[in-house]
């Protein structure tokens, strides 16, 4: 029997894609376990869905530490006690350090509100209002040391409609993360997704685009 794929999962706020991984898991969709959900805001709501559902839970509050390399410290030993095959970045609102993105290299996967590399970092909805766009979408990419830079897995696009709002491509947006982080995962649990050190392959064929989320 093979092990069954343990993830860490890193939040700081409403946790709704930790919800929708927890559903699939329950439901047997996603063949994987999360050991830990940590926090770094102890009023994130991810941590009483958390509790709710019996997980393990912890805050890391980078408040309570001198400086930022005593937090990443701590947040990297933490994850690293729990030997996990991957970590999920679910609404996570810091910067990882960069010792433990080495650490954890091709193994750090993060969902990101927009058509990457097209706007990266914060507000992702209000600046492509702002620019009048006409499309916006979902990526999930590996983790690197640089901002919302890593190889796109996965991504998809939906329209922008000329009344749309913020509110309401958020609530476009997070329809569809809902469904593709579970996929995505279960995805690299089965072995379907493979990433090497220098190739990604996906259902036996390496890839050099992102796979378009519904196309497959
Ligand atoms: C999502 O929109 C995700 O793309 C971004 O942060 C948000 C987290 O939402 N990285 P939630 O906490 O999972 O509800």
Redesign the pocket.
Known sequence: MTAVTNIVVI????????QSIIDSIESGQLNARISLVISNNAEAF?LIRAQNHGLANQVIDHHDFEDRALFDQTLLQTVISQHPDYIV????MRILGRDFIQTFENRII????SILPHYKGLNTHQRALDNGESEHG?SIHIVTAELDDGPVLLQCRYPIEAEDSVADL?QK??QL?HRMYPQLLQWLCSGDLQIGENSIVFKQQEIHQPVEFGSV
């Open positions: 939040i700081s706020g409403n946790g709704s894609n930790l991810g970045l679910a609404g996570f993060n969902i990101h509100p979902v958020q947006g997070h993360e």
